[in-house]
């Protein structure tokens, strides 16, 4: 809450500074239109006056807010400094493995049951298996490529002499219930679907049965 609370207010200040900022720059201007000085005998407009100083976000936010927070709030008013990196082990960790325990089990399932007929590639960008048609789209083209290049495919079965892909598969569980990953999973069955591409769809398992997988997919292939 006290985060929230924050960025509030630290939005509420940006919106006053910057009308401060424009409305000392209408006053500029008709000091030169009309001829006025700032000497006149007008009242200073506090909204319009022109601070003594930079102000800091310290200087914005009330006395001792930041320490009483204790949110880490980026202060946007001081330039970024530039980070060195030395060592790249600091900030990256090899995974100990691509696959999650679930697709890894499955994995070994769905090997056995194509043997060396195809090849398994996992994790597979949909970008690198679709491509869009540029003599058709045109200009247009980022627009249907930005509805591809963050998804994937579970695992795509290819053929061993080409890598063509030949059929993918996807390994669904409790989470493609979710509105946004039931509107993912129409969108990839329809684009294998009108491009002539198979998609199998395997509900996840504890166990899973050879045959009747094996049935599945070269029923479908």
Known sequence: MDYIIAIGL????????????NQSGRAERRHRQFGTTKNSSCQPNPWTSKPAHHSTLQDLLPKGFLEQSGDNILDFTKP??????????EVYALEKS?????ELKFMKVLQEVVGDRYYILSKVRVADVF????????????????KIKAKHF??????????????????DDSSHNRPDRVKRDKLLNNICKDSGLIIIR????????????KEKIYSDI
């Open 202 to 213: 395997q509900i996840y398992k504890k166990e899973y049965n050879i045959k009747e997988l």
């Open 10 to 21: 630290i939005a509420t200040i940006i919106f006053l500074v910057k009308n401060n900022t």
């Open 131 to 146: 491509k869009v048609k540029k003599q058709r789209f045109g200009e247009a083209e980022y627009k249907w490529f930005n």
């Open 154 to 171: 579970d695992y795509v079965l290819c053929c061993p002499d080409s890598f063509r892909p030949l059929a993918v598969v996807e390994l």
């Open 98 to 102: 691509i696959l999650t325990p679930a």
């Open 80 to 89: 970024r400094e530039k980070e060195t990196i030395k060592d790249y082990s």
